[in-house]
């Protein structure tokens, strides 16, 4: 085995992306609900320590963002290009927002937090449609998974299938397809290039 070379790190740290996306989202959603309260309240901004933090994790998150874009397995496309694009403008708006606390200018501040928060939004509902597949988040209301006691996708009784003197594609096939397979390798999502 060979010893690791730089670019075997920096593709780690592109791989990185999906699990450092959540803290700048929590950071900065939870920064946008303590200013609320603050407003509301007529209480000072929030600590310097967390927007900072805040516009630390967007930059790193975009930064591994733009290292994971070039892998062979992320084609282009809208979808890609989109959350491309809104991720590195909400990075944009952390850093400015940091920028505007620091120099206290709290208007400008939380424009700028707001700001970064509604691209954050959109920035996520694309990088998810990446993840798994057009219209993921509201299909459950729209096509249910599973039957009416909601015990998930039905997969035929293998003792059933036993009984059957010949399987056949439409019983016994098809339906263990659907239930395990078309998530991830259908219409919507052809993970790793097959779709069935």
């Known amino acids: 085995s060979r010893m690791p070379l730089m670019s075997d790190f920096v593709a780690v740290f592109g791989r990185l992306h999906p699990i450092l996306l959540h803290l700048p989202m929590g950071l900065l959603i939870g ?33 591994a963002g733009l290292v994971l874009h070039e892998e062979p397995s992320y084609a282009g496309g809208d979808v890609l290009e989109w959350h491309e694009r809104l991720g590195i403008a909400t990075a944009v708006a952390s850093c400015l927002a940091a920028f505007f606390h620091w120099r206290g200018a709290v208007k400008n501040y939380r424009f700028s937090l707001l700001a970064a928060v509604l691209v954050l939004l959109p920035a996520g509902h694309f990088g998810g449609t990446m993840t798994h597949g057009e219209g993921f988040l509201l299909e459950p209301l729209e096509e249910g998974f599973g039957d009416q006691n909601g015990k998930g996708p039905s997969v035929p009784d293998p003792q059933l299938a036993e009984a059957a003197p010949i399987a056949n594609y439409t019983d016994h096939i098809a339906p263990i397809l659907k239930a395990r397979c078309v998530n991830c390798h259908g219409q919507r999502k052809q993970k790793g290039g097959l779709r069935l």
């Open 31 to 63: 920064l946008a609900v303590l200013e609320a309260h603050a407003v509301w309240k007529r209480q000072a901004v929030s600590p310097r320590l967390l927007v900072f933090l805040a516009a630390g994790a967007a930059v790193l998150t975009a930064a």
